[in-house]
């Protein structure tokens, strides 16, 4: 403690503060801040400090600096009007001056990342963090490997966000708990990924996904691995094998057992006093009981609590949810009748895990029948729910719809759900011990009733994005989809295990609805459980018919285009047969496209103008009847006839505006931009190709975006942008490939975009042109549309890139680190490596530079890009 932190302290205390919420806010613990109220002067400087009131001025100072990096001390000082010590907020400035400065450019643009996010504080498990450092640095495989509630989730999350700085690429954090199938393993991963949909038809997905991590350098979290675990190996072998910087941590109660794996045994927490475990039962009990401390009379008990939980942190965290009932005496007591019968052994063993059981056991029955019965039923989700979920599924006699607001809030507060409302919309979800606790108390008949209830709702669900998705609501049901994808999967899997006239009817009717590869699956994943339901012998003539016209459509945007044509002839006969007008429209619109992309125009015409004809006599056909104007739209594009082209997608435009509609809108602007691009209208056709990709974010609409990626790239070529262009044909040419042929395999597309390609080429030179289409090619569909919407500076632009042209990638980096001042052992942990792993790469930098000591990097680099 030094004076800044008394002088804070003891203000904060005359406010009223508590020890706790003072000990909160500076990021001290309450030992620190009982010691500060003893002192009546403030103590002598001893030690740098650990975090301030100032640290909390962090966002403030780098807004500030983002308008002027060169901003003094003292000018942040009356812009911040900072009433505490300059000294204090000078080591702040510095501190952030330091961590901007380590974050490069080509680090900060891949840190985007989905790492969970924890309301509590992350206790105890420092020496883990810097153990799990040094592994993870000298090895690119990790396995944190425990029991069930020891904590392996909580402690990679947190090694994630801390070493997402390390990796150019960034950090994915996959949850892998809600998984049923193995099958389905290497489609959650490239979900997970973000990278691209990555769906090409002649290759296996596994193909997909190497290709579409092969150059990247990452960090890949995979989470709960053990009910995966023989397709876990097979895919990180893979993985491994095929990629140079990609490195894997994963959690699992099972180790891997492969070459390449490096085991990490997360132990229980220390119990012995002043222990890690009983700092956790002290925090979590303090933020279930306002005001809660340790003193003499109670450390006992809680150490007596901590022991007999085994330091297990679940274990911990539902015991001190139950203080709000109990003593801490009385918890003790409590545990020690509950725990009597249980024998301790191996901590990896499986006593270790009836432990846990016993613990989750105690917990449920301090529930009362309504919870109980609840915590039971909400087991039969996957991944979350919301509350208008449970009341619609799990309300039953014992809870019926109008009690589960209060009984969720009742296992909200005993640490049975956790909140989250990180969308805007208010999700619970359980931890994976406690779900499948809770489906163990089902009788088979009730977890059969659940898991028919579910599958209701997620048909509802689907049913209603139907009714709804050419209206204002159509975003909200698009993420609605999106937020509960693990759910329909589920569903979908239920209906094929467990199969009755009922559910596949729900099923089949919910897969074949023709936009779920926009929102809720990839294409290959909606072409894969559509191939699933039509093996099945017990579904109707009609419902084959619309099964087969969706999946047309995914066979016709693949580029499978021989396959398309035979599926939609039976699509037809089958509608035709059923007189089922709808989907005979839909097939006969899909053969439009897909004969047009074949080079026949004329029959691709006949064709959308039958289906066009069709849409007029069925009330419901909005949406299908917009896709068939624009995709008339592009046919007449590319016959020349602009004037023709421009009325449809007007018409859809106009339509789609009226509504609030705006997935079709995106491509109805994108159409628009087309023509002006046949016109010659090129800053328009670019003006158009960028307000469609900034409507299309609100979609994971992969195969929009391509198209309209590849029409910006040949407006940019056209207007003269022609770097811009090349970056932009990388990253059209990498997305489609993600998901199937270039250009929809249409051969005449291909030549339009050629005249383009050579255009950029040309005026670029080869060696320019290929270096900014591979830049494009390894950007994720987020980084593309901020690329085009000039959200994201072109990191080629950066003069330091010349400077170390001779370095490799980590080599610059370790550079970028080594002229900041860094010792060796700071960068490496920075970047997740060894410290004799550094040494050597300072030296080839050293060498490769032409310089003897780290003290010339500054001015070696300075003298050869002009700038640092």
């Known amino acids: 403690m030094n004076s800044d932190e008394w002088r804070q302290i003891v203000d904060l205390r005359n406010e009223g503060e508590s020890v706790s919420a003072i000990a909160t806010t500076l990021g001290i613990s309450r030992n620190t801040v009982r010691r500060a109220l003893t002192f009546e002067t403030p103590p002598r400087d001893h030690r740098p400090r650990s975090g301030s009131l100032a640290d909390s001025l962090a966002p403030a100072i780098g807004r500030l600096l983002d308008v002027n990096p060169n901003m003094t001390v003292a000018q942040l000082h009356r812009e911040l009007q900072w009433n505490g010590s300059r000294n204090t907020l000078a080591r702040a400035v510095e501190r952030v001056r330091a961590e901007r400065a380590a974050l490069t450019p080509q680090a900060a643009a891949g840190q985007s990342s989905n790492i969970p996010h924890f309301a509590t504080s992350f206790v105890g498990r420092k020496d883990d963090l810097r153990s799990l450092r040094a592994m993870l640095g000298e ?19 947190e090694a994630a966000s801390e070493y997402r700085r390390a990796f150019a690429d960034g950090v994915r954090f996959i949850e892998l708990a809600s998984l049923r199938s193995k099958s389905l393993l290497p489609q959650a991963v490239l979900d997970g990924l973000g990278f691209g949909d990555t769906d090409l038809p002649e290759h296996s997905v596994l193909e997909s996904l190497v290709g579409s991590v092969r150059d990247k350098k990452l960090l890949i979290v995979l989470d709960n691995c053990e009910h995966v675990i023989s397709a876990c190996v097979e895919l990180i072998s893979l993985i491994l094998r095929s990629t140079v910087d990609v490195k894997i941590l994963v959690t699992s109660r099972e180790v891997l057992t492969v070459p390449d794996e490096h085991v990490y045994v997360l132990e229980p927490l220390s119990t012995e006093n002043n222990s890690a475990a009983i700092e956790l039962f002290e925090n979590r009990a303090s933020a279930a009981i306002a005001g809660f401390t340790l003193n003499d009379a109670s450390r006992d008990a809680v150490r007596r609590v901590c022991i007999q939980l085994d330091g297990i942190p679940l274990a911990i965290e539902l015991a001190c949810a139950r203080l709000t009932a109990l003593s801490v005496d009385d918890l003790a007591a409590r545990l020690d009748d509950r725990l009597a019968l249980l024998t301790v052994g191996n901590r990896g063993g499986p006593d270790r895990h009836r432990s846990l059981n016993a613990t989750v056991e105690w917990s449920y029955d301090l529930c009362n029948l309504r919870e109980q019965a609840l915590w039971s039923r909400l087991s039969i989700f996957a991944e979350g729910f919301d509350l208008k979920m449970a009341e619609t599924v799990c309300a039953n006699a014992t809870v019926e719809a109008g009690q589960v607001l209060d009984v969720i809030a009742g296992l909200v507060s005993k640490s049975v759900l956790l909140r989250d409302g990180s969308s805007g919309t208010v999700r619970f979800r359980m931890l994976e011990t406690l779900r499948h606790f809770g489906a163990s108390k089902l009788t088979p008949d009730d977890a059969a009733q659940l898991r028919c209830a579910h599958l209701r709702w997620c048909s509802t669900l689907v049913e209603s994005a139907r009714s709804k998705w050419t209206g204002s609501e159509q975003e909200r049901v698009s993420n609605r989809l999106r937020e509960n994808r693990a759910n329909l999967r589920l569903a979908l899997q239920t209906a094929l295990s467990s199969p009755t006239d009922e559910s596949i009817e729900l099923a089949s009717d919910l897969i074949a609805t023709w936009f779920l590869w926009s929102s809720a699956f990839s294409i290959r994943e909606h072409r894969m459980w559509i191939t699933q339901f039509l093996k099945l012998t017990t579904l109707s003539n009609a419902r084959i018919g619309q099964l087969e016209a969706t999946m047309g459509v995914l066979q016709t945007m693949q580029g499978d285009r021989a396959q398309a044509a035979r599926t939609l002839e039976s699509a037809v006969r089958r509608a035709e047969l059923a007189n089922d007008d709808a989907t005979l429209a839909f097939a006969r619109q899909t053969q439009g496209l897909n004969t047009y992309l074949g080079g026949d125009f004329e029959g691709g015409e006949r064709h959308l103008d039958e289906a066009l004809a069709l849409y007029d006599r069925i009330p419901d056909g909005t949406a299908l009847m917009w896709t068939a104007h624009i995709e008339m739209g592009m046919l007449c594009s590319s016959n020349g006839e602009t004037l023709r082209a421009a009325k449809h997608f007007e018409l859809v435009h106009e339509q789609a505006s009226a509504t609030g509609e705006k997935w079709m809108l995106s491509y109805s602007v994108y159409g628009l931009g087309l023509v002006a691009l046949v016109k010659g209208e090129f800053e328009e056709a670019i003006r158009l190709a960028t307000l469609s990709l900034g409507l299309k974010r609100a979609f994971d609409d992969t195969v929009g975006t391509t198209l309209v990626t590849d029409l910006l790239s040949w407006a940019e070529a ?86 170390t042209s001779e370095l490799s990638p980590r080599e610059r980096d370790i550079a970028s680190y080594v002229a900041q001042g860094l010792s060796n052992k700071e960068i490496a942990n920075l970047m997740v490596l060894s410290v004799r792993t550094v040494e050597g790469h300072v030296a080839h930098v050293l060498r490769k530079l032409g310089i003897t000591r780290r003290q010339q990097v500054v001015n070696a680099l300075t003298d050869t890009a002009g700038r640092f």
């Open 139 to 157: 090895s690119r495989l990790v396995t944190i490997a425990g029991p069930g509630g020891i904590g392996k989730t909580r402690l990679a999350a």
């Open 718 to 803: 056209a207007a003269g942008s022609n770097e811009r262009a090349a970056v932009l044909l990388g990253a059209a040419s990498s997305m489609w490939d993600s998901f199937g042929m270039q250009l929809y395999g249409s051969q005449h597309w291909v030549e339009r975009r050629e005249v383009y390609e050579a255009r950029a080429r040309k005026s670029l030179g080869n060696s320019t042109y290929t270096q900014s289409r591979q830049q494009g090619a390894t950007m994720s569909r987020a980084q593309v549309i901020a690329f085009a919407l000039k959200e994201e500076r072109d990191q080629r632009a950066d003069p330091r890139s010349t400077a």
